[in-house]
């Protein structure tokens, strides 16, 4: 079993930065692929950014691309998303989720979430 918390949302003006952190419990955190999604008012959670279980490989939704960087660090169980030239529209619920397996996934079916840090852009 696998538990997360995520850490580092606010409130941040357009063009600014952010760095997300999510904690993971559990000994077996490398075996993991993860991945960043949001949630904006109204609208269905979408992928952000994914990662392979050893940092390997990366998947990137277009609206963040050159923007955004998710990293992770295996030995402090923990995954980064870090926001750059933040806009308006990056708005939302951002949820951290693991998933079992070696590949990078970008759909909804991972297996543990965490329960979402708020991020607002303000214009």
């Known amino acids: 079993q696998v538990q997360l918390v995520e850490s580092g949302g606010g409130l941040v003006q357009a063009g600014g930065s952010l760095t997300l952190s999510c904690a993971a419990s559990?000994?077996?955190?490398?075996?993991?692929?993860m991945g960043w999604f949001r949630q904006a008012p109204g609208k269905e959670r979408d992928v952000v950014a994914a990662?392979?279980?050893?940092?390997?490989?990366?998947y990137y939704a277009d609206s963040v691309k050159d923007r955004f960087t998710i990293s992770r660090d295996n030995a402090k169980n923990t995954v980064y998303l870090q926001m750059n030239r933040l806009k308006p529209e990056d708005t939302a619920v951002y949820y951290c989720?693991?998933?079992?397996?070696?590949?990078?996934?970008?759909?909804?079916?991972?297996?543990?979430w965490g329960p979402g840090t708020q991020v607002t852009v303000s214009s």
């Open positions: 989720a693991a998933k079992a397996g070696r590949y990078v996934y970008t759909t909804l079916d991972y297996e543990h």
């Open positions: 559990g000994r077996t955190f490398s075996s993991y692929a």
């Open positions: 990662i392979r279980w050893n940092g390997g490989s990366t």
